[in-house]
């Protein structure tokens, strides 16, 4: 099973609402990825997750807020966004952050709207 | 520092054309090359990958070959279909992450 899974698919939010998205993986892997991907342009990285751990956070503003409860899931807390964080939010993980070679699977992605 | 560059597109070809899709890449070291695909209204699927120089990776008819002496990693396939239609990124991974090209846009005509 190489499928990384995420919910909801789609989400509209006004900007004093609280949500959360979550993505779950059963391949084992031990490294987890949230990216922000805008129309028309590459995935942004946001954070990565090594071993449970939060491993980088790309400067991401804090009204983001991820969370890794255990090696297959990966949540993104939100509150209070902006109209310009609507975008494609994507999941991905990997065998291990430090494996060369190591490919990325991404899920499906979860479309947010902010109003 | 690491970056990727690829051709712009958008590309448009006739159903059974064959396809070239450029990329470069600037990194220190060896970094591993990979080849993603992003169908409309989905997330990234890898295409292809290729681990160290001259490695050719190959996935449903797609090919690229890491050019070690051209730092490049171009995508090609001998005769696209309709349902090829997407956006191609190239990708390399870098000391700490992976590092995206803008994408370049594939329109097959039946």
């Known amino acids: 099973d190489t499928e990384v899974t995420q919910t909801p698919k789609h989400l509209v939010m006004g900007m004093t609402n609280k949500k959360s998205l979550k993505c779950e993986q059963h391949?084992?892997?031990?490294?987890m990825y949230w990216y922000k991907q805008k129309a028309k342009k590459p995935p942004e990285l946001m954070f990565v997750y090594s071993y449970e751990k939060l491993s980088i956070n790309e400067s991401v503003p804090s009204r983001f807020s991820p969370e890794c409860p255990n090696s297959s899931l990966l949540n993104l807390h939100l509150h209070a966004l902006q109209p310009e964080d609507s975008a494609l939010y994507l999941c991905?993980?990997?065998?291990?952050?430090?494996?060369?070679?190591?490919?990325?699977?991404f899920g499906p992605g979860t479309r947010l709207t902010v109003t | 520092g690491n970056s990727v560059t690829q051709m712009e597109g958008p590309v448009t070809l006739s159903e059974e054309a064959f396809l070239t899709i450029n990329c470069t890449y600037t990194?220190?070291?060896?970094?591993?090359l990979f080849w993603y695909v992003q169908y409309p209204g989905e997330g990234l699927q890898l295409l292809l990958k290729a681990t160290k120089a001259d490695d050719k990776g190959s996935n449903k008819g797609f090919e690229a070959t890491y050019r070690k002496e051209t730092t490049s990693f171009h995508l090609e396939k001998g005769s696209v279909q309709v349902s090829d239609s997407a956006v191609y990124f190239c990708?390399?991974?870098?000391?700490?992450?992976?590092?995206f090209g803008t994408g370049t846009r594939l329109k097959v005509l039946a």
């Open positions: 991905a993980s990997s065998q291990d952050r430090w494996l060369a070679g190591a490919e990325q699977y």
């Open positions: 990708a390399l991974r870098g000391t700490y992450k992976y590092i």
């Open positions: 990194a220190t070291g060896y970094p591993s």
């Open positions: 391949m084992g892997h031990r490294a």
